[in-house]
């Protein structure tokens, strides 16, 4: 009998009683001994980084007033039907995500699926698809690799689900979402993506991967194409978002008359 020792489930799980894993917590680098989703030593995950507590049913803001929805989500409506972040936009989080996307550390890949596989089945979240942002190609190509394809294709192998690659494309090479106000922001991914084989996704609940969520202006312009070939739902499922006071800020605004978000949002978002 030929054994296949790349995928043996026995071999692997006696190779790892014999040589355990290094396992090292993602934020202080302290080893961890149990097998926790967050990859989170037990002091980092009370930093209050993971996502809890009372969130927008839309947008997955947190909320600060008894409503079900974010004070922007009750004004303004997003194309998908769920946006769902598994921490906050915090410099912990900030420093991972930025290793992972600019300096190519493959090796996240792996710790941050894992947690987006467990806030998918936490969230008893469904889909037919998994579907990532894309990429403009030339970017792509000059960075090595497409960081939310990686995250979409390494979740999939945790949650057994199929990867649908090139669906959803970006036509429009774009300006950088970076230090632009909410206005800006929905302006510059205005009309950038579009999908490919519309009858593939027809009817189809569709899961849509991003590393951040920060405006929501990225996601909403891809569940907006989308939705526009009928498939059935979009849910948004992304690493972190901002611990924005949403619903504090909108009220503020409110008092003072200012009449529109965009107001706001340069001081809410040039962060990001
Ligand atoms: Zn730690
Ligand atoms: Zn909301």
């Known amino acids: ?20 894993r290094n396992i090292t917590c993602l934020i202080c680098g302290h080893d961890i001994f149990d097998d926790n989703p967050y990859l989170m030593c037990e002091n980092c995950q009370k930093k209050g980084l993971i996502v809890n507590g009372r969130v927008c049913k839309k947008c997955g803001a947190s909320l600060f007033s008894n409503s079900s929805y974010c004070y922007r989500c009750q004004k303004e409506n997003f194309y998908f039907d769920r ?12 420093r991972n995500i930025k290793q992972f996307k600019f300096e190519g550390f ?40 497409n960081q939310s ?3 979409a294709h390494e979740l999939a192998k945790l949650i057994n689900l199929p990867v649908l690659d090139d669906v959803l494309v970006k036509i429009v090479n774009n300006e950088s979402q970076v230090g632009k106000t909410l206005k800006e922001r929905q302006e510059n991914v205005k009309n950038v993506y579009s999908v490919k084989d519309k009858e593939k996704i027809k009817g189809k609940r569709i899961l849509i991967i991003d590393d951040v969520l920060s ?47 965009g107001k706001i949002s340069k001081v809410l978002y040039t962060k990001f």
């Open 1 to 20: 009998m030929k054994i296949d020792f790349k995928n043996n489930k026995i071999i692997e799980a006696l190779d790892n009683a014999i040589f355990p």
């Open 83 to 94: 946006a769902i972040s598994v921490f906050y936009y915090e410099a912990e989080i900030i």
């Open 106 to 145: 493959s090796a996240l890949k792996k710790s941050f699926a894992k947690s987006l596989a467990y806030c998918y089945i936490v969230n008893n979240l469904t889909a037919d698809y998994i579907l990532y942002v894309p990429l403009y190609i030339s970017k792509e190509k000059k960075r090595g690799y």
């Open 215 to 261: 405006t929501g202006s990225t996601l909403n312009a891809c569940a907006k194409v989308l939705k526009s070939c009928k498939c059935e739902s979009v849910i948004a499922l992304t690493y972190a978002q901002p611990r924005l006071k949403i619903d504090k800020y909108f009220e503020k605004c409110q008092l003072k008359g200012l009449k529109t978000f």
């Open 149 to 151: 394809k990686l995250l």
